[in-house]
């Protein structure tokens, strides 16, 4: 299976979600969460002239001649969704395309905005290697790593498959 962003991201949240997303147990449809996350992704494609572009296994909220900007709901991981920006820096680099990441945060009916700033070094490079190994080994697994209960796995999406 191609890594995508998702699967980077998902790695960092949480490993057993990246393992079953990954291997094609998607029960994101029926998550609220998700939901407004697609929501909020089509209001802001409708405001702006950079919509979402799609090349080979990534998805890019946002692209413009400085910054590959990724949207998010909440600031709730950012860590996440800092390797999922580095990421898709470096798939871009890798196709000559160089640019700086912008993480837009949305709080509270777009009241709130949070942003963060990326750039893709050598050290986050190797360790983006590192961390696509990580995930490439996780996805061959035979099965999906125990459940580890956390506060926040209540609002997944894979809850009750976990759980219940």
Request: one cysteine or more.
């Amino acid at each position: 299976m191609k890594i995508t962003g998702t699967l980077i991201n998902y790695f960092f949240h949480c490993k057993r979600q990246c393992y079953l997303h990954g291997n094609r147990i998607n029960l994101e449809d029926n998550s609220e969460d998700v939901k407004i996350g697609k929501a909020l992704h089509e209001l802001k494609k409708e405001e702006s002239k950079y919509s979402e572009i799609s090349i080979e296994n990534i998805k890019l909220d946002k692209l413009t001649n400085e910054y590959i900007t990724e949207i998010k709901k909440s600031d709730s991981d950012i860590e996440a969704v800092r390797w999922q920006l580095l990421f898709y820096l470096k798939v871009l680099k890798d196709k000559g395309i160089e640019r700086k990441g912008k993480i837009e945060f949305l709080e509270k009916n777009n009241s709130n905005k949070k942003f963060v700033y990326e750039e893709l070094t050598k050290d986050k490079e190797e360790k983006l290697r590192f961390i696509v190994r990580n995930v490439e080994e996780l996805l061959q697994m035979e099965a999906p790593p125990e459940a580890q209960f956390t506060p926040r796995c209540k609002k997944c999406a894979y809850y009750y498959y976990c759980y219940i």
